[in-house]
């Protein structure tokens, strides 16, 4: 069966200091099934973000895409045209963003930031379109929908706003759903709700998600598969099991063994050396090599894709035997 | 709301007493409108009597009180010079002014807001940048200078416009009308124009910062993300944020539009109360000045209250009495 979403070498640069662009996405390729969730995990800066935005063509000017395709049910969104591409967005891809506080407008009651939505991409009457906001509310389980409409964002509090922005995501059953880190903001309780709200939408409906965080435990108990992002680049993609328990790239290898655990208790947390470097000094070859103790001379060339292409690492010296 | 309004009311008494304090006080020391007011041929006699029909033979702070006492009455005490109750000469004048304020004010957000618009969503346009440096001169210009080149560039050497004067007048409301004829129109527009200048620049490089400073909230890109057409994108929630600052300036401004229209008047032989003002001053007519400096703080006390009112109806977050 043909992806919903099949990403192949997708370029996004910003303009650099000196001219040349800066690789923020550089030469990403993944695929997705339709209901399949997809853990796209990284350090700040690792673009995950940014290839969420790519996604939706809301990259900030002066950013652009300016390689590889993103091909959507068959049809590339690179080259579709501006209009075609809002067409999409919020109907067949719909985004929910990482900070509940700043997505809604101050100054615009949630009734209407939900029904207009709706005119966007239907010929919907007012009061059918009020209708379809109300049950959106009731269906994130916010009390009282009704008098909830005309209250201002302010009124809500961080948790409910989330609900607010996901019931908008939701409101075309969209196909595809970016998840940008949107429970990093609230508090762990609120944490724990919205994760099995969003999971409980997204299975009934059948929309696929790619989940974008640097929480690797919100990863594990949620999507399928995951994709590891470093400089840029998805240097390990696969089956959420296989790859969190045997991970082959030594960026992954050492993300994994820096989460706390039971069995770590009272021995030094383990760390990956060093820190990120900034898009304008990213090591040639692979990424990571600079902080890497198995990097070798081979590592100055650039690491291909080893393995399928749903399930493959960019590593030449990977861990083979299974973690423990 | 009503507790709110009391208060101001209160305050305003306040304030307004200060100021005729201040006033009384500030005038005495400019000079002595005997000096200026009397027949310097008249005999003692007669000059005696001419100064206690005034008034001016008490002392400082009896006059203050006989003044406070009309004022209780609604009396504003009699202009010197027309030998009329002030209040009624500075009323006659008002008209003229308010007339000139309101175009003046028209012009700056009809030419202002969409420009200021236009360089904020284009800023990388040449046009963007020409329009701001454009907006630099508006700013910097002396009034007064402006004023004499548009009369030496439009009325006396091109002789299209007339530089005196109001022109044409037609009686609506009790009170004359430059702008209902097309020979009042003709002479409105120069001053108008001149007056409106600085407030231009104002109101465009006030929208211009607004909106970079609105347009990259997360906010802007979750409306997009929604798949919104890009006018709703800007009118409505870019512009909602926008016109928060604008509108509370702007309301300001229009205070000392009033207040400050002195130099366009005077250059422009306009009747209004700033001509007035000036010639009162340069007479000494101390009711005059004093019941013009008390209409002009009752007028920013007021306009305070509105932009305020304002305020709560363009931002919800904003609630005069400190939440509901």
Known sequence: MKPLLDVRGLVTEFPGPSGKGLRAVDDISFQLSRGEVLGLVGESGSGKSVTGFSLMGLIDKPGKVTAGQILFDGEDLVAASPERRRGLRGRRIAMVFQDPMMTLNPVLRIGTQITESLHAHERISRRAARARAREALAMVGIPSPDERLDAYPHEFSGGMRQRVAIAIAMLHQPDLIIADEPTTALDVTIQAQIISEFQKLTEEQGTAVIWITHDLAIVSSLADRIAVMYGGRIIETGGIASVLETPRHPYTHGLIRSVPSENSRGSRLAQIPGVTPSLARMPDGCAFRTRCKRATEECHARPEQFGTELSYHRCFHPYEEVYA | ?324
């Open chain 2, 1 to 324: 709301m009503l507790t709110a309004l009391i208060r101001r009311a209160i305050q305003a008494i306040f304030v307004i007493l200060a100021m005729t304090v201040i006033v009384f006080i500030g005038i005495n020391v400019i000079g002595n409108p005997v000096d200026i007011l009397i027949n310097p041929d008249l005999n003692q006699a007669e000059r005696a009597r001419v100064v206690e029909h005034l008034g001016l033979d008490l002392p400082l702070w009896q006059q203050y009180l006989h003044f406070l006492q009309g004022l209780l009455h609604g009396d504003f005490g009699d202009s010197f010079v027309y030998n009329r109750p002030a209040l009624g000469v500075i009323m006659e004048r008002f008209p003229a002014t308010l007339e000139l304020a309101l175009s003046a004010m028209f012009i700056a957000i009809v030419v202002g807001l969409p420009l200021g618009l236009y360089a904020g969503l284009y800023p990388e346009r040449l046009s963007s940048r020409l329009i701001m440096s454009g907006s630099i001169l508006g700013f910097s210009l002396p009034t007064f200078w402006v004023g004499l080149m548009f009369i030496l560039l439009f009325a006396v050497q091109l002789g299209w416009l007339p530089s005196n004067g109001r022109g044409e007048t037609v009686g609506f409301l009790g009170a004359g009308w430059s702008f209902l004829t097309r020979d009042g129109l003709a002479h409105l527009f120069l001053p108008a124009l001149n007056l409106a200048l600085f407030k231009t620049s104002l109101v465009l490089r006030l929208t211009r910062a607004g909106v970079q400073e609105v347009l990259p909230q997360d906010f802007i890109k979750f409306a997009r993300a929604k798949g919104l057409q890009e006018h709703r994108v800007v009118l409505v929630h870019l512009m909602k944020n926008l016109m928060i600052p604008v509108v509370t300036i702007l309301g300001l401004e229009f205070g000392s539009l009033i207040a400050f229209s002195v130099v366009t008047e005077s250059i422009f032989g306009w009747p209004g109360m700033g001509k007035l003002i000036i010639d009162s001053i340069n007479l000494l007519d101390r009711p005059v000045i004093v019941a013009y400096l008390m209409m002009m703080v009752v007028l920013f006390v007021m306009l305070n209250f509105i932009i305020d009112i304002a305020y709560t109806l363009l931002d919800p977050r904003v609630r005069l009495d400190g939440g509901n």
